[in-house]
């Protein structure tokens, strides 16, 4: 299947720094890219929807300009979490769909851990 | 509204046996697709089987398959030959397919079920 790239996989930093998280296609193009966030057993919820040259979509409830998006090239998309606090810690993971138009499987990266301290 | 229930928290499954994860959906689009993901303790979600909602064959993929029943909106994976490398996170999704024939929509993701597999 298609491959997608995520770093980093796991970063602590200190509470007020920002942390960026970078997700890459990296054997195709992705118009758009989905960024989720998933706390210990539970679902996947989606946070926001990244579109090439164009604003993310973002679901109800997140905070905008806390967590800041970029899709800047059809092979990479950016989350940054601004000014972090504890109760950002979470696993932050990145999708983008591949395979043709009939499909379109959703690829996973494999996940950043991020703890604030 | 789309809806994904995954009614079974754990299961437990000997090791080369077969075992069912259960999935639901509820949606008002004639067009759509489902998607099964395992996700191990790394926390990577590896993609094992997707299922359009037009498909006339139940889909199969090695140990995987799915158990289509569209009246019943259900969707279940069958793992046959259970292994130990099986024990892991199962989530059931469920992407609706736009008016405009485009499949670029967000998923929709079950509760997950944990799996584990006892030698």
């Known amino acids: 299947g298609a491959v997608v790239s995520q770093h980093p996989s796991w970063v602590i930093c200190k509470s007020g720094t920002s942390v960026k998280i970078e997700c890459r296609s990296l054997d195709f193009q992705a118009t758009t890219m989905f960024w989720y966030r998933q706390f210990p057993k539970q679902s996947l919820m989606l946070m926001a929807t990244s579109n090439e040259g164009s604003k993310a979509t973002y679901e109800q409830g997140v905070e905008k300009d806390k967590f800041l998006i970029n899709h800047a090239s059809l092979t990479l998309s950016t989350l940054t979490v601004t000014s972090a606090h504890p109760e950002d810690s979470s696993f932050y993971i990145c999708?983008?769909?591949?395979?043709?138009?009939?499909?379109?499987?959703?690829?996973f990266g494999a996940g950043t851990r991020l703890s604030v301290l | 509204a789309q809806k994904i229930t995954q009614t079974q928290p754990g299961m437990f499954v000997q090791e080369k046996e077969a075992v069912t994860l259960d999935c639901t959906y509820d949606t008002s689009d004639p067009s759509y697709g489902l998607f099964w993901y395992k996700q191990p303790s790394s926390g990577e979600m590896i993609f094992l089987i997707y299922q359009g909602s037009y498909d006339q064959q139940n889909a199969t993929e090695g140990r995987y398959s799915l158990n289509f029943q569209k009246a019943r909106k259900s969707a279940n994976l069958v793992i046959s030959a259970s292994q130990l490398g099986d024990s892991a996170m199962y989530f059931c999704a469920m992407r609706e397919i736009s008016a405009g024939g485009t499949s670029y929509g967000k998923l929709t993701f079950g509760q997950g079920t944990i799996l584990t597999v006892h030698p």
């Open positions: 999708s983008a769909p591949a395979g043709g138009r009939a499909k379109n499987i959703q690829y």
